[in-house]
């Protein structure tokens, strides 16, 4: 690259020579091209002293000088600490100095004597080739994403700054280590070694991302999780020279994933919210709604079944002689009093149940005294028991306090829970209703306990009974039927109360438990 005469005179050289006369000679040609000589020496001790207080731009160095260290031993130290380009200019050229000097990466070689011309290439050779590595290395040291470069034994050749900072490690500790041992790869998930991708760029000839997951172990032994790339370096006539890792620090990019993740997750949050709520505003205007439109007709079929009962007495049909149609009347008259009791009670249980699921059912706390209203609660219970020919029995704490809580829902669960152990207990089984206080967080807690023997369910069974429709097969010995709604609402009236419920078996025996606090809070 020509330079113009400004440019030569900013071109500062040192010159390392113990012949005076051939250096002064060296200095006055030099100075005839327009180049600035700074100082003339003669010892390599003193080559590197000139270097850090001169700075020069190019050193022109013999090989045997004066001094404990020769020419080839002072350019390397200079090199490595100041990065100034070198040309030997020597009148030795056996093979095993210019091997030595080729070692120490030189910008030139020229043997002497001299020929100014030749000197003048060099120099302008040396510079040009000098700013052009300056200007990849500064690239390099400028990227914020870390560099190593390793030749085909996996050598350390070069760190950047970046992968300086990112490994702990100064390129004079890491250069001609392994790869493999100074800077491991780890598996995020085990922490087990992995293939350090250089080495795999290498045995397949490929670029290797690195992929989600890989951490990189630091000099201090921590790791960092990184991503990016390796790939071969080859020359010109194809042949692999070494590998390149370009690396860089992948904690920022995961974290900005997982906000991205979490926002992305918070979002579908408020969508399915915004859904659920919508649905759940349907449900309510639905449930508002057909809450007149399904129990309407059916009052209005009960109250004319009624009716026509009446009727037909007032005219005496139902009281006739006529035996046999008057037991068919009753029949039929009977047949739909108890079709019409059981979707009554169906659409009951439906809307009820709607209305607990959306926090609408409303709740009128009453105060109860259980020793008083339960035997009463429990009395038709007992009669259909004694018509079974089952055994029906009742305990109730004499201490038990007065209960806060809401008594038609109190009821509902009571009657359900012993319906289903008068449907479920067979001919000859007992059915048992106790009623105590156990210790609880903050107070006491009322537990309510309902076992009948002669049926046990399965813990299968167990956890499937409370859900809505469910019925426990082949456990109805009087053939009572039903919808499978009645334990679902007990479920739900028992949350609605604040309370919990479990069910157990055991020794043939189902026992429900059903905890409720003593003051429901509104």
């Known amino acids: 690259m020509a330079l113009g005469s400004n440019s030569l005179k900013r071109v500062r050289l040192l010159i390392v020579e113990d012949e005076y006369i051939l250096a002064s000679n060296l200095k006055e040609g030099l100075e005839t091209f327009g180049y600035t000589v700074l100082d003339i020496v003669d010892s390599g001790e003193a080559a590197i002293q000139a270097a850090i207080a001169l700075r020069p731009s190019v050193i022109l160095m013999d090989i045997r000088i004066r001094g404990e260290i020769d020419g080839i031993q002072a350019a390397e130290r200079i090199w490595q600490e100041l990065q100034i380009p070198i040309i030997y200019v020597t009148g030795h050229s056996d093979q095993s100095t210019v091997e030595r000097a080729t070692l120490t990466f030189p910008f030139g070689y020229v043997l002497k004597p001299v020929r100014e011309k030749e000197l003048y290439v060099a120099i302008q050779t040396a510079l040009s080739r000098y700013e052009r590595e300056q200007f990849f290395y500064t690239i390099l040291q400028g990227m ?16 950047n700054a970046a992968a300086e900072t990112l490994t702990g490690w100064r390129l004079d500790e890491a250069k001609e280590t392994l790869v493999t041992e100074t800077i491991p790869f780890l598996d995020e998930q085990n922490q087990r070694p992995l293939v350090n991708p250089i080495l ?66 918070a979002q579908q949050a408020e969508l399915q919210l915004a859904e659920q709520q919508r649905l759940n505003q349907l449900k309510d205007d639905f449930l508002a709604t057909t809450s007149h439109e399904l129990r309407t007709p059916l009052s209005n079929i009960k109250l004319a079944i009624f009716l026509l009962e009446t009727t037909l007495n007032q005219q005496g049909i139902l009281g006739t002689e006529q035996v046999s149609q008057t037991q068919q009347i009753n029949r039929y008259l009977s047949i739909l009093r108890e079709q019409c009791e059981q979707e009554l009670s169906l659409v009951n249980d439906l809307l009820d149940l709607r209305s607990l699921e959306a926090g609408a059912f409303g709740l009128t706390v009453t105060t109860v005294h259980l020793q008083e209203w339960l035997p009463h609660v429990a009395q038709s219970f007992y009669e259909r028991a004694i018509a079974q020919q089952q055994t029906f ?8 306090p007065p209960l806060q809580s809401d008594l038609p829902s109190l009821t509902r669960i009571i009657s359900e829970l012993l319906n289903n152990a008068c449907k479920y207990t067979p001919a000859g089984g007992v059915i048992e209703l106790s009623v105590s206080l156990v210790p609880a967080a903050p107070t006491s807690a009322l537990q309510i306990l309902i076992r009948n023997s002669g049926v046990e369910i399965s813990p299968e069974q167990q956890t499937q009974i409370f859900e809505p429709f469910y019925r426990v097969p082949n456990n109805d010995p009087w053939k009572h039927g039903g919808t499978g709604l009645g334990l679902a609402l ?7 109360l604040q309370g919990a419920i479990e069910v157990s078996a055991a020794d043939g025996c189902t026992l429900f438990t059903v905890q409720l606090p003593l003051n429901l809070e509104v």
């Not at 007990?490 to 609605?496: A, E, P």
């Open 144 to 159: 914020g994403d870390g560099v190593i470069v390793v030749d085909p034994k996996l050598h350390i050749k070069y760190l």
């Open 200 to 265: 795999s760029a290498l045995e397949t000839h490929q670029t290797v991302h690195i992929s989600d997951g890989v951490f990189m172990r630091c000099k201090n032994g921590s790791t960092l999780p990184i991503a990016d790339s390796a790939a071969l370096l080859k020359n010109n006539e194809g042949a692999v020279t070494g590998a390149v890792l370009v690396f860089r620090d992948d904690t920022q990019r995961r974290l900005a994933a997982e906000r991205d993740l979490a926002n992305e997750r």
């Open 393 to 400: 029995q009742i305990h109730i704490s004499p201490d038990l």
């Open 490 to 496: 007990v479920k739900r009236f028992v949350t609605y």
